[in-house]
C-alpha cells in the first residue's frame, strides 16, 4: 500500500507497473480438477420458457461453444474437457445474474471442431460466433456493432494496463508482438477500420511499433491509461459527461485480446490461457497464466497462499477492482489481476461525514467538486448530483476515495448513483 | 456451502493512503503547541488553568451532546479537544471559569453541533464562541484591564488598542523583533509570532491546512496596511505592526483554514483569505473593534459557499 508522505503538501503520485523489456515467462498453473465458466445471461431453472440447451452430464470438449439456448447471442467457449457436473445461478455486482456452468474436467483433451474448420478466413461472423469469450475480453462493440449507435471509427489498443501493479498486457506487447501484429491485421480486415492507436508506455515504444498500429504513448502515472483520460491525452477528444468512448466512435480493446485474436487465427484453436498479475499479501506481484475458469483456490495453492477469514480477495487491481466472496470464483476472459489482501492490513471505511478538507479536490482527474457531490449522494439525492456536481464527470479512477480523510466510500457511492439513475430511467422508458 | 471461509467483501479502492480525521486534529494540536507553551511560560499556572479547562469542557461538552442526540461518542477524532485549545489561545490568561465553560458550550455545541457536528458547521467554532464571548462580556477580553497585574520587562498596554485609541505614536517603542518573540500583551497562545510560524509552516508543510488561504490572508494585511500606512502614516501602523500583532498570525494559520467553513478551490480560496484579511486591517483601522480577525474571518465564512462556486469545468462538461 502506497503510504502518504511526511510532506503532505505532495499529492501522492502512482506510477504504473513497468514490466521489464525481457520478462520472465509467466507461471503456468496447470488444468484444475473442477473449472466453472460464467455465461452471462440469467439462469433462473423454474421460469425457464425456453428450453434449455445445455444439462448436467453433457460431455464438452476444448474449445467447444456453450450456450445456454438455442438462439441466444451470448456464450462460453469451454477452455477444457469434461462434462458439466452443475448448472446454477451466480449474481455478480449490481445485481447482474449470470449462469454459472460447473464442469469437472477430464484428463485427455479433446479439441472441438468447429472453429479449426472456418480459420482459413477470418471473418466478422467468425469472430463473432467463436472468439467473443478469448482471454482479454472481445468489446461487444467490435464484434456485434450495434446498427443505431455511433459507428466505431478508431480503435485504440490498450498497451498499458488499467490499474497499478498490473503488467498483463504490458506482456503482450513485448512477448506477443507478432501474435499482436496478427491480430491488429485481423482487426482492420475484419471491421474495415484503418485507424487503429496502440496506447503504451514509453519504454515499450518500439514494441508496441512492431503491431504495425500508430503508437501513441501514455503517462506512467495513475490514472492516465483509464480509456476517458487516453481520449483526452491522446486522441484530443473529451467524452461529454454521460457518454460513453463508443460513442464518439472509438472503441477500446486491451493488447492482450488482439494477441489472443492472432494466436487463434495463427494456431487454428481458440486460445484458453489467460496471462494476469497475481499481486500477494506483501505487495509483489507476479506474472500468472492460467486457463479461464481456473477456481481462484487453485492459484493460491500453486504459490502457497493461504486465504484466511476476513481476507480480502480481489479481481482486478487495487485501485478499481472487485472483491468476491468466495475461492471457487473462476478466471474470467477480463481478469487481468487476482489480489490478496491480509485482514491485518485491510483499508476499511467509515461512516464519517465528509470534512471538507479538500484532499480530493486537487487529486481528481475530472476535476469534479467531490465534497459537495458526496453530500447529495450520501442521502440519495442522486439527480441533484448529476445537475449541480458532475456526477456523470466521473471517471471512477477512485482517487477521491483513496485521499479521503473521512474515508467515505465515494467511489461506491458514485457507482451505487449511477446504477440507480439507470435503474429509474429504464423504468421510465419502459413505461411510457 | 456452509463450511465456507468468510472473506471481506468492499467497493474499490482497496488502498487508501492512512489519513485519518483524528490525525489531521492531533497534528493541529501539535503545531499550536510551541505558542500555547510560550504562553503558559509567560502567564504561568493562570494559563496553564485556562487550556486545561478550556480543551477539557468542549471534550465534555461534546460527549454530552453525544448523549443527548444519541449519536456515536465523535472525542476519539480530537476536533473538540482541537476547538478547545484554539478557544484558550485566544483568551486572557486571567479569564474566569465560567467564562470558559460558556465558551466551549458556544463553540462546541452552537459553533458545530447543532449543524451536525464535524465537516457541517458554516462558521469557524471557536471564532462564533470568541464573537459571543466579546459582545456579551466585553470588559473580560479587555487585555489592558485584564492583565493588569502582570509587569513584565516590556510594555503591557495591547498594542492594538493603544494604536485604535492613542494612535501611532503610542506603538512607536515597539520593535517587530520584539513582537515577533513575543514580548507584547495579548491572548495567552496569539502573543508569540514565531511559533506560530514555525506552527503554520509545519502544517503547510504536512499538508494539514491549505496554503492558499494562510497566505492570501497574510497577504491582504499586509497590503491593506500598508496601502493606509501610505496615506496617512501619522494615522495608520506599518503593514509590519499588522502582521505581527493581535489575532493576524494565529488567524492565518488556524482559524481562517478551519477546513468546513473554508474554501476548496484555488480561486475561492484566495479571494477567501485575501477578503478576510482586508476586512481584517478595515476593521482595526476605521472599525469599532480593537481587532478584526475575529469579526473579518466569520463575515469571510459567510461568502464562503458563494465563493466556492468559481470553480474548475468538470471533465467533459457541457454547458
Known amino acids: ?39 452471462n445471461e440469467p439462469y433462473d431453472p423454474f421460469g425457464q420458457e425456453k428450453s434449455l440447451q445445455l444439462k448436467k452430464g453433457d460431455p464438452i470438449k476444448t474449445g467447444q461453444k456453450l450456450a445456454l439456448h438455442e438462439d441466444s447471442e451470448a456464450y462460453v467457449v469451454s477452455s477444457a474437457t469434461g462434462t458439466i457436473s452443475a448448472l446454477s445461478s451466480f449474481i455478480g455486482d449490481f445485481g447482474r445474474s449470470y449462469t454459472a456452468i460447473s464442469i469437472d474436467v477430464a484428463e485427455n483433451e479433446e479439441i472441438d471442431e468447429q472453429f479449426p474448420a472456418l480459420v482459413k478466413d477470418a471473418t466478422l461472423e467468425t469472430v463473432k460466433n467463436f472468439l467473443a ?138 486460445p484458453v490461457y489467460k496471462h494476469f498479475n497475481l499481486i500477494k499479501k506483501d505487495g509483489t506481484s507476479v506474472l500468472v497464466s492460467a486457463i479461464i475458469g481456473t477456481p481462484v483456490r487453485d492459484i493460491f495453492t500453486a504459490f502457497n497462499i493461504d486465504a484466511g477469514e476476513k ?15 468466495s475461492e471457487d470464483h473462476p478466471i474470467q476472459p477480463d481478469t487481468d489481476a487476482v489480489m490478496i489482501q491480509d485482514q491485518k492490513s485491510l483499508a476499511l471505511v467509515s461512516d464519517y461525514p465528509c470534512i471538507n478538507c479538500s484532499e480530493c479536490i486537487p487529486i481528481c482527474p475530472a476535476k469534479i467538486q467531490v465534497n459537495m457531490l458526496v453530500r447529495f449522494l ?30 467515505i466510500p465515494i467511489l461506491q457511492y458514485i457507482k451505487l448513483a449511477k446504477y440507480e439513475l439507470g435503474r429509474i430511467s429504464r423504468a421510465e422508458e419502459t413505461n411510457v | 456451502m456452509f463450511e ?36 503558559v511560560f509567560t502567564y504561568g499556572m493562570p494559563a496553564v488553568g485556562v487550556v486545561a479547562l478550556s480543551v477539557s469542557s468542549a471534550i465534555t461538552w461534546e460527549i454530552a451532546f453525544n448523549k443527548i442526540a444519541r449519536r456515536p461518542p465523535s472525542i476519539g477524532d480530537g476536533n473538540a479537544a482541537m476547538i478547545g485549545l484554539l478557544l484558550a489561545m485566544l483568551l486572557p490568561a486571567t479569564a474566569p471559569w465560567w467564562l470558559l465553560i460558556t465558551g466551549t458550550f458556544v463553540a462546541v455545541i452552537i459553533g458545530k453541533q447543532i449543524y451536525g457536528g464535524i465537516g457541517a458547521n458554516p462558521f469557524n467554532p471557536v471564532l462564533v464562541s470568541l464573537a459571543i464571548l466579546t459582545l456579551s462580556w466585553k470588559n473580560f477580553l479587555d487585555f489592558n484591564e485584564v492583565l493588569v497585574n502582570y509587569d513584565f520587562s516590556y510594555p503591557m498596554a495591547y498594542p492594538l488598542a493603544s494604536l485604535k485609541h492613542f ?25 508569540f509570532g514565531l511559533g506560530l510560524i514555525l506552527g503554520g509552516i509545519y502544517l503547510i508543510i504536512r499538508g494539514y491546512i491549505r496554503w492558499e488561504i494562510s497566505i492570501s490572508f497574510l497577504a491582504g494585511v499586509w497590503v491593506t496596511a500598508l496601502l493606509f500606512n501610505m496615506v496617512d502614516p501619522a494615522h495608520y501602523a506599518g503593514p509590519v505592526f499588522h502582521l505581527l500583532t493581535g489575532y493576524t498570525l494565529i488567524g492565518a494559520f488556524f482559524l481562517a483554514t478551519e477546513d468546513s467553513s473554508s474554501p476548496v478551490n484555488f480561486i475561492p480560496m484566495l479571494i477567501y483569505g485575501a477578503g478576510a484579511g482586508m476586512l481584517t486591517v478595515l476593521i482595526r483601522n476605521i472599525g469599532a ?31
Open chain 2, 289 to 319: 473593534f480593537v481587532d478584526g480577525v475575529v469579526f473579518a474571518i466569520l463575515v469571510a465564512n459567510l461568502v464562503n459557499p458563494l465563493v466556492d462556486k468559481i470553480r474548475p469545468k468538470a471533465l467533459g462538461k457541457v454547458i
Open chain 1, 133 to 270: 469469450f478469448i482471454p482479454g475480453n472481445l468489446p461487444n462493440v467490435i464484434v456485434s456493432p450495434d446498427q443505431s449507435s455511433t459507428p466505431i471509427e478508431t480503435i485504440v489498443i490498450c498497451g498499458v494496463d488499467r490499474d497499478l501493479l498490473i503488467t498483463a498486457n504490458q506482456h503482450a506487447v513485448v512477448k506477443e508482438s507478432s501474435a499482436v501484429k496478427l491480430g491488429v491485421q485481423i482487426l482492420k480486415q475484419i471491421t474495415g477500420i484503418d485507424n487503429i492507436i496502440i496506447a503504451s508506455p514509453e519504454h515499450l515504444m518500439q514494441d508496441a511499433g512492431l503491431s504495425g498500429a500508430e503508437v501513441r504513448v501514455v503517462n506512467p502515472v495513475y490514472p492516465a491509461s483509464l480509456p476517458q483520460l487516453i481520449m483526452r491525452d491522446l486522441l484530443g477528444r473529451v467524452v461529454p459527461a454521460g457518454k460513453t468512448c463508443e460513442d464518439l466512435g472509438v472503441a477500446f480493446i486491451s493488447a492482450q485480446a488482439v494477441a489472443s485474436l492472432g494466436k487463434a487465427f495463427n494456431e487454428g484453436r481458440i
Open chain 2, 167 to 191: 494612535g501611532v505614536f503610542a506603538i512607536s517603542n515597539l520593535k517587530p523583533a520584539a513582537l515577533l518573540m513575543g514580548r507584547q500583551s495579548g491572548g495567552i497562545g496569539a502573543i
Open chain 1, 378 to 407: 450520501e442521502v440519495g439525492k442522486y439527480q441533484e448530483a448529476v445537475d449541480e456536481y458532475d456526477l456523470y464527470s466521473c471517471i471512477e479512477c477512485g482517487l477521491c476515495s483513496f485521499v479521503c480523510v473521512s474515508r
Open chain 1, 311 to 325: 481476507d480480502r480477495i480481489i479481481f482486478g487491481g487495487p485501485m478499481t477492482g472487485e472483491s468476491i466472496y
Open chain 2, 4 to 39: 465456507q471461509k468468510k472473506f471481506t467483501v468492499s467497493h474499490a479502492p482497496f488502498w487508501h493512503v492512512g489519513s485519518s480525521v483524528s490525525a489531521r486534529s492531533y497534528n493541529i494540536i501539535f503545531a499550536a503547541l510551541p505558542a500555547v507553551l510560550f504562553g
Open chain 1, 1 to 39: 500500500m502506497i503510504k502518504r508522505s511526511f510532506i503532505g503538501l505532495i499529492k501522492p503520485r502512482m506510477k504504473y507497473e513497468a514490466i521489464e523489456l525481457t520478462p520472465p515467462e509467466p507461471r503456468e498453473i496447470p488444468a484444475p480438477k473442477q473449472m466453472t465458466l460464467l455465461l
